[in-house]
Nanobody, 118 residues
């Protein structure tokens, strides 16, 4: 079993930054891949960023590439999503996820809301 707790969401103006955190606990094998997803009202869930095997590989969606950075502090069992140059279209509920691979996320957090105003 894996438990994931997100934090760091909030309301900011466009152009500002936020850092999301995902504190993970439980089976380490089941969280070899950690990811951030988001879902805006009326839209499908979107993969935002992923990090594999403690940071050896990272990936980003085209919509956030160059603005968001995913990182992992293995000592703290925490994954971060640094979000810079935020845009109103980044407004969504952001979810942390964990899985054995980056194509099979079996564990999800409760989400943290990010709202960006223009």
């Amino acid at each position: 079993q894996v438990q994931l707790v997100e934090s760091g969401g909030g309301s900011v103006q466009a152009g500002r930054s936020l850092r999301l955190s995902c504190a993970a606990s439980g089976d380490t094998y089941s969280r070899k891949c950690m990811g951030w997803f988001r879902q805006a009202p009326g839209k499908e869930r979107e993969a935002v960023a992923g990090i594999y095997n403690g940071g050896s590989l990272t990936s980003y969606s085209d919509s956030v590439k160059g603005r968001f950075t995913i990182s992992q502090d293995n000592a703290k069992n925490t994954v971060y999503l640094q979000m810079n140059s935020l845009k109103p279209e980044d407004t969504a509920m952001y979810y942390c996820a964990a899985g054995v691979s980056c194509i099979d996320f079996g564990y999800w957090g409760q989400g943290t809301q990010v709202t960006v105003s223009s």
